[in-house]
């Protein structure tokens, strides 16, 4: 069964950055595009950053120009760097495949998340 552990969330002031780190138990990520998720108290998950097994990034606009997302294959990692960080980026954060391969029935259990809180 394939699982997901993220760590590097933590409780940072606005304009910081963190940087996130995704492990998959299984070699999925030579497979398919991985993406970054994300859910704030009281709204639904969004995801906010992909990356193909290519390296073609995608972001949502919310982030566009703040995060990276980045993946290395051989150590099945996926990694969001986060940077001038904004109180409306606190979240659970998540990784998982990609929301086009969920749309496509690639349904792989989410992880325990990691929590990222902005605030001064």
């Known amino acids: 069964q394939v699982q997901f552990v993220e760590s590097g969330g933590g409780l940072v002031q606005p304009g910081g950055s963190l940087r996130l780190s995704c492990e998959a138990s299984l070699s999925i990520f030579n497979i398919y595009p991985m993406g970054w998720y994300r859910q704030a108290p009281g709204k639904q998950r969004e995801q906010v950053a992909s990356i193909t097994t290519g390296g073609t990034t995608n972001y949502a606009d919310s982030v566009k120009g703040r995060f990276t997302i980045s993946r290395d294959n051989a150590k099945n990692t996926v990694d969001l760097q986060m940077n001038s960080l904004k109180p409306e980026d606190t979240a659970e954060y998540y990784c998982?495949?990609?929301?086009?391969?969920?749309?496509?029935?690639?349904?792989?259990?989410w992880g325990k998340g990691t929590l990222v809180t902005v605030s001064s």
């Open positions: 998982n495949v990609d929301s086009i391969s969920r749309s496509g029935g690639i349904i792989v259990a």
